[in-house]
């Protein structure tokens, strides 16, 4: 007699919802070490047949410029992958500990995005359709990719010949004009010794190079090669004024780039950033531009 105590569920043969986090991907041995990302993906990507061609989202996790902890942002990460992306968290060289100023961040950055894009049929990406989002310094890293595509002097030779280029941006509490930020903030007690390690040399030189780090210094001469933006920053961040993020939605829009912005009212840097409307916020954006 059949045992009718024990109910019966459904298979999931195409694995359907489902999804895995590959661990310390090496996209890069330039340093003489690797440098490495961590990648969702739906787990259908490994058992399908013909590999299905997903978007790809990759992010760059806030962190004073520091090695970025991958995990803090991967709840959401997720999300996005059962929304139909492949979403890649970017490991960067650490600014301080790693001895390697600015602008190592964004070269790892980008090598990073070429290294996904040559390897899209491994990963099943759509190497078509790819947006980078960042939160604090990541953000400002996510700004400075979505203005210089395919700069020679922000390029290495690993993975040579391929694009850098991204179809979007997301920005959330990161400076746009990092020559203004660190007038302000460089002098702090909490921002000095970055400072003194993240921008090197005399005044001249350091000053020199926030300005070719200011997102914002570039989008007149570049405007035709820019995606859409979307930035965000909180009314009560400490660090990161709300002018960071209206002064670079101004100048994109003036340069004929579509740009959207958004305040978060009485929110912090992070922390109470996040909620659900920001989320959606960001969900939506990146959906009518990657999978429309």
């Not at 489902?18 to 990648?39: E, I, N, P």
């Not at 978007?55 to 090695?67: A, E, I, M, N, Y």
């Not at 020679?152 to 280029?165: K, M, N, Q, R």
């Not at 991204?166 to 007690?189: E, I, K, N």
Request: charged letters at 25%; a negative charge.
């Amino acid at each position: 007699m059949e045992d009718t105590s024990l109910r019966h569920l459904p298979s999931n043969d195409s694995l359907s919802g489902m999804f895995q986090v590959k661990r310390d991907v090496t996209y890069s041995t330039a340093t003489g070490r690797a440098l490495t990302l961590d990648l969702v993906s739906p787990w259908a990507t490994d058992y399908a047949e013909e590999k299905p061609t997903l978007p790809l989202l990759v992010f760059v996790q806030g962190s004073g410029w520091l090695t970025p902890d991958t995990g803090f942002e991967l709840p959401q990460l997720c999300e996005l992958a059962r929304r139909g992306y492949v979403v890649a968290s970017v490991r960067h060289r650490d600014c301080v500990a790693d001895d390697a100023p600015a602008p190592a961040f964004l070269v790892d950055v980008k090598c990073a995005i070429r290294f996904l894009r040559e390897r899209a049929a491994d990963f099943g990406i759509d190497p078509g359709r790819v947006a980078v989002w960042g939160t604090s310094s990541g953000a400002h890293a996510a700004q400075l990719v979505g203005v210089t595509a395919d700069m020679e002097e922000f390029e290495t030779s690993e993975h040579a010949g391929t694009s850098d280029a991204v179809d979007a941006v997301v920005s959330c509490f990161g400076p746009s004009d990092l020559a203004r930020w660190l007038s302000r903030m460089g002098d702090t007690p909490d921002f000095a010794p970055l400072r003194d390690h993240f921008v090197t040399g005399d005044a001249e030189e350091r000053q020199a190079m926030a300005e070719r780090l200011s997102a914002i210094r570039y989008v007149a001469a570049r405007a035709g090669s820019i995606p859409p933006f979307l930035l965000g920053v909180g009314t009560d961040d400490p660090y990161v004024e709300t002018t960071q993020v209206t002064n670079m939605v101004e100048a994109l829009r003036g340069a004929g780039v579509e740009a959207e912005g958004f305040l978060v009212d009485g929110a912090h840097h992070e922390s109470n950033f996040w909620g659900q409307a920001v989320l959606d916020e960001i969900w939506a954006f990146l959906d009518r531009r990657l999978l429309a």
